[in-house]
């Protein structure tokens, strides 16, 4: 059993003395798992780092096994921003969320292909508010997207500031004044298409957050990555100045 094809390094975790387990996200064989021989060493361990983007052989004898990966490297997307430990954070979050989420061996193209996209643009200035709306693709490709186009109880698209927990859909300032308490708060930023700003972005994470957990993560027993959890603490602590 054999297939190649680029992929974005989502972990690379230490296997006996000198190798590792890499798990990849690839467009068209989704997230994948393999044996990196010498993956411990001091030139993989550069490469093989998440985020990173990397050319990929997986062979093994049968479609079910582990197999082995060969690679090469592409972009390093994760490396880069070594010095960054905001962008490097949001990155291991992303990554973490992707393996925590994805069901192996499945492909979801637009999962990749919108990750690959934030990576990219990860170094202008509204890399945070790309990676609110990147977990928010991450929820719709997985069935669970939230409609944010008009109010669930008028059916306008004016003043729309909070979400429903339950629907998932926005509702308006007015229609959901005698709730407000019960609800959570839409930042305009998903709205506007514009950069978010500290609090918003907190916000932002806020909403994804719930319905991750509600839908996804809690179902299977399962509590957010300890990377997005250290994301979170840094937009709170800048939201908070």
């Known amino acids: 059993m054999e297939w190649s094809d680029t992929a974005i390094v989502l972990s690379a975790r230490r296997h006996g ?13 989704g997230r994948h798992s393999g044996l990196v021989r010498g993956g411990a060493g001091r030139r993989a361990q550069g490469v093989l780092q998440p985020g990173n983007r990397v050319s990929l052989v997986w062979r093994a004898r049968l479609a079910e096994h582990l197999g082995t990966f060969t690679w090469e490297p592409l ?16 990155i291991a979050s992303a990554c973490a969320l992707t393996e925590m989420l994805l069901p192996e061996r499945e492909p979801h193209g637009g999962v990749h292909d919108a990750l690959a996209a934030w990576l990219t643009a990860i170094g202008g200035p509204d890399w945070q508010s790309l990676y609110v709306r990147w977990e928010l693709g991450l929820l719709a490709d997985l069935g669970f997207g939230l409609d944010l186009s008009r109010c669930a109880v008028t059916g306008r698209n004016d003043q729309l500031i909070y979400v429903s927990p339950k629907s998932g859909a926005a509702v308006s300032a007015s229609a959901g004044e005698p709730y407000r308490d019960r609800l959570l708060p839409l930042p305009p930023f998903l709205l506007s298409g514009s950069d978010g700003t500290p609090a918003e972005i907190a916000d932002g994470l806020r909403l994804t957050g719930y319905f991750l957990e509600r839908h996804l993560l ?18 709170a602590a800048r939201s908070a100045l």
């Open 17 to 29: 003395e000198s190798s590792a387990i890499m798990s990849v996200l690839s467009a068209a064989y």
């Open 75 to 90: 972009e390093p997307f994760g490396t880069r921003w070594l010095d960054d430990a905001a962008r490097l954070a949001a």
């Open 218 to 235: 809690g179902p299977q027993g399962k509590r957010p990555p300890p990377a997005r959890m250290r994301f979170i603490a840094r937009i």
